[in-house]
């Protein structure tokens, strides 16, 4: 259950209106191009909780929080009746090698 909904960035909608009125520089471009899939990547992770069992969690999306003056924002953050579920949604693209996990 979406409580929050997942909203397009502010700093995405500006790139995009910007795009078409005049030509990024390289080091624009590839901000633009981050942000545009970091955003799918967002979306598709919301996409797959929604098809998952864990639909029916409470589920807050784009969290801007502050603590001792630090700004910092949580991508999702699912509440089941036992545990909350922090995600920062990364979308990466190529080959993922898995390692062994760490024991602490």
Sequence with gaps: MIILPREEPRHL???RLLKSRMTFSD???RQFLNDEKGFAGECLFDDLITK???STYVQLNGLLLEWNGNLFQI?????SPYRIYLYDVKN?????????????
């Design 92 to 104: 990466f693209e190529g080959i993922l090698h898995r390692r062994r996990p760490m024991v602490f």
């Design 27 to 29: 080091k624009e471009m």
């Design 13 to 15: 909608r500006i790139r």
């Design 52 to 54: 998952s069992g864990a």
């Design 75 to 79: 991508d999702s953050l699912l509440a």
